[in-house]
């Protein structure tokens, strides 16, 4: 028996460092070649060299590119998050197969190829006498991301005590305060993470803006796709790649401490509030919202 849990721990063990290189070691690979000196990405490496980062920097079109790629997954990532919050709402009101069809409607597009996608919303576009623009690559992508919003969302919302959104009510709250005061404070941690996901996922997403993108104002993948067969791109290709690298990681960070910062800060009002409430009768939670709203 204890030879089988050995084989199965070191098993595991190897899975998971084998997973880890095979996952982090192309990022690697790329963060070595945007400081070397030689525009061929070969071994052995030529010598250390920034000048990549400074000519990409200088290239209009591929700057402007990813601008407008962060441009268009901030702004995604805003409207199904807020949509998300809105979704959830709703489900959490349905009961039966009115919610398993609203949900499965919801979270179709995970299911539906991009590029099946994006030919149906071409031709939605042109059906409605309009013409692909950013706009129609943002609301494409919108449609992509709010199932991901939704999964975060949602268990969040389930978890939380609708006593608290009724007491709220109770003490003269209306409907939106209650959800401006309570809910949203709750959700902030989920929110977060939402956010984040959306972002990466519309930055990400090139079908859609392949072919809802106006001729000229490609984002940041189609850029990358037309410029990898440029050999004298691919050095400041690799450099902004790198950027982007270094970039996620601070991303996740940051959103890691901002989501921990945020638990701690709700730990803390619930403690609070209960501390407030202690001499009174059972207050509940949301009275020292309400009242320090």
């Known amino acids: 028996m204890r030879l089988t849990s050995r084989l199965g721990s070191a098993g595991l063990a190897l899975y998971f460092w084998a997973f880890v290189i095979f996952l982090f070691a192309p990022l690697a690979v790329l963060l070595i070649f945007s400081v070397n000196k030689s525009p061929t990405p070969t071994l052995p490496l030529s010598g250390f060299s920034t000048k990549w980062f400074h000519e990409a920097f200088g290239n209009g079109e591929l700057t402007g590119a990813l601008l407008r790629s962060i441009a268009i997954a901030v702004i995604a990532a805003l409207l199904a998050t807020g949509l998300g919050i809105m979704a959830s709402l709703g489900l959490l009101v349905l009961r039966g197969r009115a919610a398993a069809l609203a949900l499965t409607v919801l979270l179709l597009p995970l299911v539906v ?4 996608l994006a030919v149906g919303l071409l031709i939605l576009v042109q059906e409605v006498g309009a013409k692909p ?22 268990p969040r919302l389930r978890s939380l005590d609708p006593a608290m959104n009724e007491a709220a009510q109770d003490l003269g709250a209306s409907a939106l305060a209650a959800l401006r005061l309570i809910t949203l404070p709750l959700l902030a941690p989920a929110l977060v993470s939402s956010g984040i996901i959306c972002f990466v996922t519309s930055f990400d997403e090139f079908a859609i803006a392949s072919f809802l993108a106006p001729s000229g104002q490609p984002t940041y993948p189609v850029f990358l796709y037309a410029s990898a067969r440029t050999p004298a791109l691919l050095p400041e290709v690799i450099a902004v790649g790198a950027l982007i690298i270094a970039g996620s990681i601070m991303l996740v960070v940051l959103a890691e401490g901002g989501r921990r910062w945020a638990e701690r800060r709700l730990v803390g009002q619930t403690a609070s509030s209960g501390a407030v409430s202690a001499p009174d009768t059972e207050q509940p939670p949301a009275t020292f919202a309400i009242q320090n709203g």
Do not use: D, Q
């Not at 623009?133 to 949602?154: D, E, K, N, T, Y």
């Open 113 to 116: 190829p991009y590029i099946c």
């Open 133 to 154: 623009s950013l706009v129609a690559v943002v609301l494409g992508h919108c449609v992509i991301v709010l199932p991901f919003a939704i999964l975060v969302i949602m």
